[in-house]
């Protein structure tokens, strides 16, 4: 059942009447004394103010909203376990996890330590150093998921927390404070009145929604208490559960760091600005920051394939060559929320959304008026006719990520664009193949088409289709030791 929330600012206001530099001041005391008390319930500066280093040891089932395989509930479920542990002196975060759903298999790991850090890949063997490592981001999911540690930042940065309130949860009543991080929406604080302990916190997200926290089952380690549960929720509807299996404070972090000797070293890992390459002659690959779209000139139109986020940038760039060229088709390779992100974009644009048939109604759901937006369905194939060529878009669905996916295929040129199926990284070898990649490959055999280079919406790298080939028969990293 969904939370009924309700906030009050009777605890702000002493009367009906306060002005307004009255109402700053409560409010600000007010803050404050919610945050001192929560300082003291995490062990005060004996506990919290003294916790260096933490580690904490996970198992986590991931239900995939919006994120599976069929466009609709039941949600499929995904399994991880690995560790997460930080250094806050030192501005230190390694993590490093195994995780299998949605077609995926991954171990991968993450070390930031300031010019020793690196990507580390264990199912293709490789890692590459971060030329430009962000603790703050890189370690802001772990620390927003750890009360103990959000608590310690909240103290820290309590010049911009603010009081929301109480707010009365499934018949429980708390306290609220919200503040901001360095990164991301601001977040709002739900601490027990009894005990001080955080027990959820919350933060909206555009284009996303509410992302809801819960902490469950404290234990008390080294002085202070630390949720053995923790769940997430997107919307109101279960997104993750997370049980942590150990927790460690104030251990050296010396042995994390050392990177893998076995590990085959591949080229930096460099910001991914936005940017634009003509892939053939009116085609373009744009995009930046992990998520791409083709865009290709038909002649008297414009034709989109992706629909990640960013799509309003990446039309931007392309007026740079094609002017006001309309753009009159923009394609969504498959439901899954960050692939639909870009229909509000081209409904701006007054283009007609094309998308599988059974995505219909995702399509219209992520547009501004649903209702009336354009769209064309597409049960098995489509070919769009332009005055400088053709464009083929083929549902080569089922796959082991999705029932339906859209790919476009330039037959002339042998171009075929897709998303999530070829993991492409910028730079270094190819990756051993994952479930998805391979059912992917049996789709283009049974096709049979000729294609010649293939691109995906999260990598501006081209690929053969002996790389492809090379992703199938490559032996993973791990199993081979």
Avoid at 61 to 66: C, G, L, W
Wanted: a negative charge; proline letters at 5%.
């Amino acid at each position: 059942m969904k939370s009924i929330i309700s906030l009050s600012l009777a605890g702000i206001l002493a009367s009906s009447l306060v002005c307004a530099d009255n109402l700053t001041e409560k409010n600000v005391e007010k803050a404050h004394a919610i945050i001192d008390a929560a300082v003291t319930a995490y062990g005060g500066e004996e506990g919290i103010g003294s916790l260096n280093t933490l580690l904490v040891e996970f198992e986590s089932i991931n239900y995939s909203v919006d994120q599976s395989r069929s466009a609709e509930p039941p949600w499929d479920k995904s399994e991880s376990t690995g560790f997460r542990a930080i250094d806050l002196d030192n501005s230190i975060f390694v993590n490093r996890a195994t995780n299998a759903g949605g077609g995926f298999e991954g171990y991968n790991g993450t070390i930031i330590n300031a010019e020793e850090s690196y990507q580390l890949d264990f199912r293709a063997g490789t890692v590459a150093k971060i030329a430009e490592p962000d603790f703050a981001t890189t370690s802001g999911p772990f620390v927003r998921i750890t009360p103990a540690l959000l608590v310690r930042t909240l103290e820290e940065r309590s010049a911009n927390a603010y009081y929301l309130g109480d707010a009365e949860v499934d018949g429980e009543v708390y306290d609220v404070v919200g503040f901001s991080m360095t990164v991301g929406p601001a977040i709002s604080m739900y601490f027990d009145k009894e005990d001080h302990l955080l027990r959820r916190s919350e933060r909206l997200f555009p284009q996303v929604g509410l992302v809801q926290y819960e902490f469950l089952d404290y234990e008390t380690i080294a002085g202070i208490p630390f949720n053995k549960v923790y769940k997430l929720s997107l919307n109101g509807d279960p997104n993750s559960e997370q049980h942590n299996v150990r927790t460690e404070v104030n251990k050296p972090l010396d042995e994390l760091l050392i990177v893998d000797a076995n590990l085959e070293t591949i080229p930096v890992v460099e910001p991914d600005p936005l940017s634009r390459q003509e892939i053939a002659d009116g085609v373009w690959l744009i995009g930046g920051s992990g998520t791409y779209a083709m865009f290709v000139d038909m002649g008297d139109y414009v034709f989109a394939a992706g629909g990640t986020a960013g799509i309003p940038e990446r039309i931007e760039s392309l007026r740079e060559v094609v002017g006001d060229k309309p753009l009159k088709y923009g394609m969504l390779t498959h439901h899954h929320f960050d692939h639909v992100m870009g229909v509000s974009a081209y409904e701006s644009e007054g283009a007609t959304v094309i998308a599988a048939a059974a995505h219909e109604n995702v399509a219209r759901r992520a547009a501004e008026n649903g209702d009336v937006l354009r769209v064309k369905l597409v049960d098995d194939r489509m070919k769009l006719e332009g005055a400088e060529r053709t464009v083929e878009i083929i549902d080569i669905g089922p796959t082991a990520h999705t029932e339906h996916l859209l790919v476009a295929y330039l037959p002339e040129e042998g171009i075929l664009f897709e998303a999530d199926h070829f993991t492409l990284p910028r730079v270094g070898p190819i990756p051993p193949a994952v479930t998805s990649t391979q059912t992917f490959a049996q789709a283009l055999s049974r096709e049979e088409l000729g294609v010649k280079l293939i691109f995906t919406a999260h990598s501006p790298r081209a690929a053969t289709m002996d790389d492809l080939r090379t992703a199938l028969e490559t032996e993973v990293f791990q199993a081979s030791r």
